[in-house]
């Protein structure tokens, strides 16, 4: 199985900058990619952005294209999101999966972690 485990949510202010973690254990070879998605109250959960892992093919929504970057660290196995211009909308839950390059139905999920963009 695969296990996949959120950190580095929080508090921010708007234009401000966090840095999401999301590490994998169990049995990575079933999933090419690591996807990130969020879900605001009330709203369906998105995609946001994707990363293989060789790192060579990543994939942004447009709403954060410019101001998330993924980079992807092999011998941790954990990926990373780093998140800066933040904005009041950018405020959700945020899910790491573990999927196809294209990110349809990905099988595996993490817990999520909250991220709050607030003065």
Do not use: H
Not at 84 to 111: H, I, N, R
Request: glycine letters at 12%; charged letters at 15%.
């Amino acid at each position: 199985q695969v296990q996949l485990v959120e950190a580095g949510g929080g508090l921010v202010q708007p234009g401000g900058s966090l840095t999401l973690s999301c590490a994998a254990s169990g049995s990575t070879f079933l999933f090419y990619a690591f996807g990130w998605f969020r879900q605001a109250p009330g709203k369906e959960r998105e995609f946001i952005a994707s990363i293989n892992w060789s790192g060579s093919e990543t994939s942004y929504a447009d709403s954060v294209k410019g101001r998330f970057t993924l980079s992807i660290d092999n011998a941790k196995n954990t990926v990373y999101l780093q998140m800066s211009s933040l904005k009041p909308e950018d405020t959700a839950v945020y899910y790491c999966a573990g999927g196809s390059a294209t990110m349809t139905k990905p099988p595996y999920w993490g817990q999520g972690t909250q991220v709050t963009v607030s003065s």
